[in-house]
């Protein structure tokens, strides 16, 4: 488990640094309304979402620049059959949104305040975590893909976000190794308007210039999950 966990971190680095150097360019999550969830149908062994070691890494663009940064994977449980993720949700802790591309001292604070919604009279630019301080995502369906390099499955989902809840479907990796499972995505992108994070979108603020911010944001998602001891 120890070289599992070893090869789950190296990958998680270079993930980091593919968030930090690529991100434009990314995929885009096919988006819908709200599916039924399948967790309440789900079967097979259930495997708990360890946090620390779970995180969604995140990619921001305005013109002539990018932000990078993370936020953590909280609770959560994955569903698993005969290899193949039967349901499962967790949830994202928006209270823990770091900006990694901005030194201490040099902005990071004030954009991860004004991310947060904790700077005052800016609660409801972005996510106002202290209304919805957590989202979460539920997974409706799990098809596999043949031929792919960088995913062996389609994964459905209903992400939920300052209270709204929208379908999205992503590639991803999973692997289910001795008694963990492992869950890494390509990037991908997801349009924040979807959620009402409008603040300096070109759908609803003319002439912004170089204080546009672009309605995509780039995601990443590594997720490692336990099975549970029986008895």
Same mark, same amino acid.
């Given at each position: 488990?120890?070289?599992?966990?070893?090869?789950?971190?190296?990958?998680?680095?270079?993930?980091?640094?593919?968030?930090?150097?690529?991100?434009?360019?990314?995929?885009?999550? *096919?988006?819908?309304?709200?599916?039924?969830?399948?967790?309440?149908?789900?079967?097979?062994?259930?495997?708990?979402?360890?946090?620390?070691?779970?995180?969604?890494?995140?990619?921001?663009?305005?013109?002539?620049?990018?932000?990078?940064? $993370?936020?953590?994977?909280?609770?959560?449980?994955?569903?698993?059959?005969?290899? *193949?993720?039967?349901?499962?949700?967790?949830?994202?802790?928006?209270?823990?949104?770091?900006? $990694?591309?901005?030194?201490?001292?040099?902005?990071?604070?004030?954009?991860?305040?004004?991310?947060?919604?904790?700077?005052?009279?800016?609660?409801?630019?972005?996510?106002?975590?202290?209304?919805?301080?957590?989202?979460?995502?539920?997974?409706?369906?799990?098809?596999?893909?043949?031929?792919?390099?960088?995913?062996?499955?389609?994964?459905?989902?209903?992400?939920?976000?300052?209270?709204?809840?929208?379908?999205?479907?992503?590639?991803? *990796?999973?692997? $289910?190794?001795?008694?963990?499972?492992?869950?890494?995505?390509?990037?991908?992108?997801?349009?924040?308007?979807?959620?009402?994070?409008?603040?300096?979108?070109?759908?609803?603020?003319?002439?912004?210039?170089?204080?546009?911010?672009?309605?995509?944001?780039?995601?990443?998602?590594?997720?490692?999950?336990?099975? *549970?001891?029986?008895?």
């Amino acid at each position: 488990m120890t070289c599992r966990l070893s090869a789950f971190f190296s990958l998680l680095v270079f993930a980091v640094f593919v968030s930090a150097c690529g991100g434009s360019g990314s995929e885009v999550a *096919q988006t819908e309304s709200a599916q039924p969830t399948s967790t309440d149908k789900a079967t097979g062994v259930q495997y708990v979402v360890t946090p620390g070691t779970s995180v969604v890494m995140w990619e921001g663009y305005k013109p002539g620049r990018t932000h990078t940064g $993370t936020v953590d994977i909280g609770s959560g449980e994955l569903y698993v059959d005969n290899g *193949q993720i039967t349901g499962g949700l967790f949830s994202i802790d928006l209270t823990t949104i770091t900006v $990694t591309d901005l030194e201490a001292g040099k902005g990071k604070e004030r954009l991860e305040a004004h991310l947060k919604g904790t700077t005052p009279g800016k609660e409801n630019d972005f996510f106002n975590v202290n209304a919805f301080p957590a989202g979460s995502f539920e997974i409706t369906r799990v098809t596999r893909l043949e031929g792919d390099e960088e995913a062996n499955h389609m994964v459905y989902g209903n992400l939920k976000l300052k209270g709204i809840s929208k379908n999205i479907g992503f590639r991803a *990796q999973i692997d $289910t190794q001795d008694n963990l499972v492992i869950v890494t995505t390509p990037m991908f992108s997801i349009d924040r308007t979807e959620w009402e994070l409008n603040f300096r979108s070109g759908k609803f603020f003319d002439n912004l210039g170089d204080n546009l911010i672009r309605d995509d944001i780039g995601l990443i998602i590594n997720l490692v999950a336990a099975a *549970q001891p029986e008895g």
